[in-house]
């Protein structure tokens, strides 16, 4: 189903899916003897969703030779750029506390759990955005498990198309203190205009010494649906009905990291193929089949 301005979903429809999807591959990535990432969180929220091609890939109960040999090398590369990323945002907040700021949003949060994961500061606030029926869930399946927030996690249930800085605002944020910003896996499920209000609203309430993160996929000015369906092609095997390109804004956007800089911030961009080679992973070779192409991570300060 194509998206709409005032579509919902939960973690197993729509948008919501994704999440489940980017949360398995962390689980898998857990796994990796090579350490890059590790999230024991992931694998019970899959769980918990129900999907079950999911649940299996975050259960290691699915072999990449169980997969159309096609598909299997396109699954391994979005595990392993699901490490990649999760080590870069990981870094990111590091890197931020450690210069200070004690207080975090997670902007379309998800099934991060880096709330419970990561070792945060005493003292650090970390606010979770996301519709109502997904906070409440994760919030839910981590207590069942018995888990606990590192940070002083503050839940701010809400959709980003409404007025999330005023809600923000309600669940105790504090406009007037550094806050170091993550939009990870949002920017391509917004129309262009929406990720340009995203960050004018960032930047509002961004005191001197802010930080932000997130990424940039030029693919998405030359974004193909029919490669991208086939890119997608084991979910319809495995019979998940996601029509994955429908759920994504493709055509011209500006770069986070150019429309902050015009706003006095002082970004960063690292192409995915870097942060692969940081990391001590083989770069992903999908060629042309590639819907996306060089993703490109970007993060900064003001």
């Given at each position: 189903?194509?998206?709409?301005d005032?579509?919902?979903w939960?973690?197993?429809?729509?948008?919501?899916?994704?999440?489940?999807?980017?949360?398995?591959?962390?689980?898998?990535?857990?796994r990796?003897?090579?350490?890059?990432?590790?999230?024991?969180?992931?694998?019970p929220?899959?769980?918990?969703?129900?999907?079950?091609?999911?649940a299996?890939?975050a259960?290691?109960?699915?072999?990449?030779?169980?997969l159309?040999?096609?598909?299997?090398p396109?699954?391994?590369?979005?595990i392993?750029?699901m490490?990649?990323?999760?080590?870069?945002?990981?870094?990111?907040?590091?890197?931020?506390?450690?210069g200070?700021?004690?207080?975090?949003?997670?902007?379309?949060?998800?099934?991060?759990?880096?709330?419970?994961?990561?070792?945060?500061?005493?003292?650090?606030v970390?606010?979770?955005?996301?519709?109502?029926?997904?906070?409440?869930?994760?919030?839910?399946?981590?207590?069942?498990?018995?888990?606990?927030?590192?940070?002083?996690?503050?839940?701010?249930?809400?959709?980003l198309?409404?007025?999330?800085?005023?809600?923000?605002?309600?669940?105790?944020?504090?406009?007037?203190?550094?806050t170091?910003?993550?939009?990870e896996?949002?920017?391509?499920?917004?129309?262009?205009?929406?990720?340009?209000?995203?960050?004018d609203?960032?930047?509002a309430?961004?005191?001197?010494?802010?930080?932000?993160?997130?990424?940039?996929?030029p693919?998405?000015?030359?974004?193909?649906p029919?490669?991208?369906?086939?890119?997608?092609?084991e979910?319809?095997?495995?019979?998940?009905?996601?029509?994955?390109?429908?759920?994504?804004?493709?055509?011209?956007?500006?770069?986070a990291?150019?429309?902050?800089?015009?706003?006095?911030?002082?970004?960063?961009?690292?192409?995915?193929?870097e942060?692969?080679?940081?990391y001590?992973?083989?770069?992903?070779?999908?060629?042309?089949?590639d819907p996306?192409?060089?993703?490109?991570?970007v993060?900064?300060?003001?």
């Amino acid at each position: 189903m194509a998206r709409a301005d005032d579509d919902s979903w939960d973690l197993a429809s729509s948008v919501g899916a994704t999440a489940t999807m980017v949360a398995a591959g962390r689980a898998v990535a857990s796994r990796d003897p090579r350490g890059l990432i590790n999230d024991p969180f992931a694998a019970p929220l899959v769980r918990a969703v129900g999907i079950e091609f999911f649940a299996k890939i975050a259960d290691g109960e699915l072999d990449m030779s169980d997969l159309d040999p096609e598909s299997a090398p396109r699954v391994q590369a979005n595990i392993d750029e699901m490490a990649v990323r999760t080590k870069f945002f990981d870094d990111y907040f590091e890197a931020a506390t450690a210069g200070g700021i004690r207080q975090a949003v997670i902007l379309a949060s998800g099934l991060d759990s880096r709330a419970y994961r990561l070792a945060w500061p005493d003292d650090t606030v970390v606010y979770e955005i996301d519709q109502p029926e997904v906070i409440e869930f994760k919030t839910r399946t981590l207590e069942d498990i018995g888990a606990a927030p590192t940070a002083q996690r503050r839940t701010v249930p809400i959709d980003l198309r409404e007025d999330w800085p005023a809600a923000l605002r309600a669940a105790g944020f504090d406009a007037g203190a550094p806050t170091a910003w993550c939009a990870e896996g949002l920017l391509i499920y917004l129309p262009p205009e929406a990720q340009d209000r995203l960050f004018d609203d960032i930047d509002a309430l961004s005191e001197p010494g802010s930080a932000v993160a997130t990424e940039f996929v030029p693919g998405m000015r030359d974004f193909d649906p029919e490669k991208a369906r086939a890119a997608t092609a084991e979910f319809r095997r495995q019979g998940l009905d996601i029509d994955m390109p429908s759920l994504i804004y493709h055509g011209e956007r500006q770069s986070a990291a150019e429309y902050l800089t015009a706003k006095g911030w002082r970004m960063d961009s690292t192409p995915r193929s870097e942060l692969f080679a940081r990391y001590g992973l083989a770069v992903p070779d999908l060629g042309e089949d590639d819907p996306m192409g060089e993703i490109v991570y970007v993060s900064g300060r003001r």
